[in-house]
């Protein structure tokens, strides 16, 4: 079954609040992804964070790798309303290091 | 255009026949996947392919069937075994070399009827 977990499943907020989605793996992973898909579309990659700790940033958005490598988290600073969809986050899992995903957190964006 | 493109968009399947969900890529990828996505549900994945002529089963196996006889293409069929096939399905490719970071096709609409 799904082993990696993400938080919470939906957030509402007003726009220019902040937003956070966490997600945490059953395993150690290699490296972790995060996708956005858009309302009616399908998921497109972000971002990959490889090593312990690592912090990147795009703009608005920070992705952060836990020192154990088995959590990890999304924050958008002061939301738009381009931000609305869903994020995932995906990891490689098992010998094969299939890429399975946590359940997503939507985002709605209160005007 | 280089990508991942799945065909029909949008499919319409009666009650007890089988149908075929077509996933092309031209990003020379090696591995391949299919998800099945639900309201709720995230992405579960159906089935994957690390290399032609091999594939394995995901989560939700049960009803779907799969081939890879082509680096390039990964069709899936739903069977009349899967009770439940309503449902938005994607296609994705990815490369292992550059830590298998995958990319989706825009997905197929299956609907039963």
């Known amino acids: 079954g799904q082993q990696v977990m993400q938080i919470p499943q939906y957030q509402h907020v007003q726009e220019g609040e902040d937003f956070t989605t966490y997600c945490n793996s059953s395993?150690?992973?290699?490296?972790i992804q995060w996708y956005k898909q858009r309302p009616g579309g399908h998921p497109v990659f972000l971002i990959q964070?490889?090593?312990?700790?690592e912090v990147k940033k795009q703009k608005r958005l920070t992705f952060q790798f836990g020192e154990a490598k088995k959590n990890s988290s999304l924050h958008i600073t002061a939301t738009q309303t381009t931000d609305v969809g869903t994020y995932f986050c995906?990891?490689?899992?098992?010998?094969?290091?299939?890429?399975?995903f946590g359940k997503g957190t939507r985002l709605h964006i209160l005007p | 255009d280089g990508g991942i493109t799945q065909s029909p968009k949008y499919l319409f399947r009666k009650e007890g026949q089988n149908v075929t969900l077509s996933c092309e890529q031209n990003?020379?990828?090696?591995?391949m996947y299919w998800y099945r996505q639900d309201p709720g549900q995230g992405l579960r994945l159906i089935y994957y392919?690390?290399?032609?002529?091999?594939?394995q089963k995901g989560d939700i196996a049960e009803g779907y069937s799969v081939s890879r006889e082509k680096k390039e293409s990964f069709p899936l069929t739903v069977t009349s075994a899967q009770k439940n096939p309503t449902a938005f399905y994607l296609c994705?490719?990815?490369?292992?070399?550059?830590?298998?970071?995958?990319?989706f096709g825009e997905g197929s609409w299956l609907t039963v009827v």
């Open positions: 395993t150690t992973l290699s490296n």
């Open positions: 392919s690390q290399i032609v002529n091999d594939f």
């Open positions: 995906a990891g490689p899992i098992g010998w094969d290091d299939k890429i399975i």
């Open positions: 990003l020379n990828h090696d591995a």
């Open positions: 994705a490719s990815g490369d292992p070399g550059a830590g298998n970071t995958i990319y």
């Open positions: 964070l490889v090593k312990s700790g």
